[in-house]
C-alpha cells in the first residue's frame, strides 16, 4: 500500500525545517515520535547532514541523542559510539605525531605498547563500551605472561594517557585505565658509588678516545642524551663550565635530531671541576686533529662536542660500549652509562650536599624525584651532621658564660 501524500501542511514545515537546517548546520536536534515504527526518534543536524537514531522509548531517544550531541561537540565521528579501541587508539597516536609536543622516544613507546599489547587485547571493544573490567583483565594476563611489574606499569600509563584524552573530550564518561590494581614494582635502590671506584673507572677509560664524555658525565650527572646534544658554544672552559639546553634524540630507522631537553629543568648550567676541564681540552685538540684528517667529509653542523670520527653525532651504543670496553680491559664490573649519573649524585651527597643540590645539579622536576631514588644514601651523611651538631652543643655549654667571673 503506497504511502500517503503528505499535506501541504507537511511541505510547508519540510521546506522551513530544511531551511534552518542549512542556516544552522550544526542544530540542537530533538526527540521525536515515529509513528510508522512505533518508535521513537533522536534527530541532530551535523555540518548540515541529519543524523538520527531510533529508540523503543522516549528516555532512550533522549539518551541517544545526548551521546550524540556529545561526539559531535568533542570533534569526534558521528559514529564514535561504534568506534573501536584500535580505532580510536590509531587516531590518537596520529593527533599526538602531528602535535610535535611529545618526544619521539616516547612516542615510539606508545606506537609499541599500542601494537603489541593494547590492540591485541582491548581493539575490537568499542570505545564506549570500554570498562576498568576489561583493562583489569588485561593488566592481569600481562602480568602473568612474565612482563616485569614496571613494563606493565607503562602500558596502562600509555592507555590511561589515551583515554584521558577522550575524557577530555567528551568522548568517554570516565576514565577505565584510571582505577585499576597494578602489580607492585620493586625498585632496587642505587647503590653508593665509592670514591676509590669512581678514581678505578676514571683511570680505566685514560687515553680513550671518549675519555671527556666519561670523566664530564661522571662529574656533572648529565644525561646521555643531553651530552651527545651539547655543543662546544654551551661550553665555557676558561669559566670551567657548561649550559645544558639541547639533548640529542634517537628515533627508529631515522637521523637523530637537536630537542628540547626531558623538563625545563633539565635547562641548567654546571659547573666542572679541573679534571673536567682538563680532559675537554685534550678532547678538542683531538677532535681539530680528527677533522683535518677527515677534511671534506667532516660532518658537524652542529657544533657537537662529542661525535663519530666523521664529525656526524654519535651514536649512544658507542658511547655504551666504549664504557664497557673499558672497564672490561681493567677488571671493572660492567655497569650502564647511566650509572655515571647515579655515581654522580651518590658521590655529591657523599660529600655533604643537600638532595635539594643534588636534585638542582641533576635537573630533576622535584625534590621528591631525588628523594625517592637517592634517600636512603643521605642517612651516611647525616651522621656527620649529627656529630657535628653535637659538637656545636658540647662547645656552647663548655665556654664561659657572659658576666661569669
Known amino acids: 500500500m503506497a504511502s500517503p501524500r503528505p499535506t501541504l501542511a507537511e511541505r510547508r514545515e519540510r521546506r522551513v525545517s530544511m531551511a534552518k537546517r542549512h542556516k544552522n548546520p550544526n542544530g540542537a536536534g530533538g526527540v521525536t515520535y515515529h509513528a510508522p515504527s512505533k518508535r521513537f526518534r533522536a534527530r541532530l543536524t551535523v555540518d548540515g547532514r541529519e543524523v538520527s537514531r531510533k529508540a523503543p522509548t522516549k528516555r532512550e531517544a533522549e539518551r541517544l541523542l545526548a551521546e550524540l550531541r556529545r561526539q559531535r561537540d568533542a570533534g569526534l565521528s558521528i559514529d564514535a559510539g561504534r568506534t573501536t579501541v584500535a580505532d580510536y587508539l590509531s587516531g590518537w597516536l596520529d593527533s599526538r605525531a602531528a602535535l610535535g609536543k611529545v618526544r619521539e622516544r616516547t612516542l615510539e613507546g606508545y606506537r609499541q605498547h599500542v601494537r603489541d599489547h593494547l590492540t591485541p587485547a582491548l581493539g575490537r571493544v568499542t570505545l564506549a ?6 583493562v583489569q583483565r ?7 605472561s612474565g612482563l616485569s611489574p614496571s613494563t606493565v606499569q607503562r602500558i596502562r600509563a600509555t592507555l590511561r594517557a589515551a583515554l584521558t584524552d577522550a575524557e577530555r573530550k567528551g568522548a568517554i ?5 584510571r582505577l585499576v590494581d597494578l602489580p607492585k614494582v620493586r625498585r632496587k635502590p642505587p647503590e653508593a658509588m665509592e670514591p676509590a671506584t669512581a678514581a678505578a673507572i676514571l683511570e680505566a677509560v685514560k687515553g680513550h678516545r671518549l675519555e671527556a664524555l666519561i670523566v664530564v658525565a661522571m662529574f656533572t650527572g648529565c644525561r646521555q642524551g643531553e651530552l651527545l646534544g651539547l655543543p662546544w658554544k654551551a661550553v665555557d672552559l676558561a669559566a670551567g663550565r657548561l649550559t645544558v639546553g639541547l639533548a ?4 627508529r630507522a631515522a637521523a637523530p635530531v637537536l630537542t628540547e631537553p626531558k623538563t625545563e629543568r633539565s635547562r641548567r648550567t654546571l659547573p666542572l671541576p679541573p679534571a673536567a676541564v682538563e680532559a675537554l681540552r685534550a678532547h678538542a685538540e683531538r677532535q681539530r686533529f680528527e677533522e683535518r684528517k677527515v677534511g671534506a667529509a667532516w660532518d658537524n653542523a652542529a657544533g657537537l662536542v662529542f661525535v663519530a670520527e666523521d664529525g656526524r653525532p654519535l651514536e649512544s651504543s658507542v658511547a655504551l660500549w666504549a664504557l664497557r670496553r673499558s672497564l672490561a680491559a681493567a677488571g ?4 650502564r652509562f647511566h650509572d655515571l649519573r647515579h655515581a654522580y649524585a651518590t658521590l655529591t651527597l657523599q660529600t655533604g650536599a643537600s638532595l635539594r643540590e643534588v636534585m638542582e645539579g641533576l635537573g630533576h622536576s622535584d625534590i621528591g624525584t631525588t628523594g625517592n631514588v637517592y634517600a636512603h644514601i643521605a642517612p651516611a651523611t647525616m651522621r656527620r651532621v649529627a656529630d657535628d651538631l653535637e659538637a656545636l652543643v658540647r662547645g656552647a655549654a663548655a665556654a664561659p658564660s657572659e658576666g661569669a667571673s
Open 129 to 134: 563500551a570500554l570498562s576498568r573490567g576489561h
Open 138 to 144: 588485561m593488566i592481569d594476563r600481562l602480568a602473568a
Open 173 to 177: 564518561d570516565r576514565n577505565p585505565a
Open 248 to 251: 640529542l634524540s634517537r628515533r
Open 332 to 335: 671493572l664490573p660492567k655497569m
